[in-house]
């Protein structure tokens, strides 16, 4: 069995900063894709970033420029850096993984920008 845990959300004003971590722990052989989603009430879960294991990674253009995604393979953890927050920011972020084949999920973290 695999676990995804996700921390760092939280509460941040407009045009600040906040740093996710999720780490992947269980049995794992392999980790080909990392990545975070994120879902606004009442919207649908849309692709953040995503970083493979090659090291290449996609963005939402929403994000470019202002978020990061970066890898710890030693630590199985993946990070999205946020900087330049802005309030449509304010969602449920989830980490998702693909690890030996399978496609698996965190169990989402809150992150809202309001002042």
């Known amino acids: 069995q695999v676990q995804l845990v996700e921390s760092g959300g939280g509460l941040v004003q407009p045009g600040g900063s906040l740093r996710l971590s999720c780490a992947a722990s269980?049995?794992?052989?392999?980790?080909?894709?990392m990545g975070w989603y994120r879902q606004a009430p009442g919207k649908q879960r849309e692709l953040v970033a995503r970083?493979?294991?090659?090291?290449?990674?996609n963005y939402a253009d929403s994000v470019k420029g202002r978020f990061t995604v970066s890898r710890d393979n030693a630590k199985n953890t993946v990070y999205l850096q946020m900087n330049s927050l802005k309030p449509e920011d304010t969602a449920v972020y989830y980490c998702?993984?693909?690890?030996?084949?399978?496609?698996?999920w965190g169990q989402g973290t809150q992150v809202t920008v309001s002042s």
């Open positions: 998702n993984s693909i690890i030996d084949g399978r496609l698996w």
């Open positions: 269980g049995s794992i052989f392999s980790i080909n894709v």
């Open positions: 970083i493979i294991s090659g090291g290449s990674t």
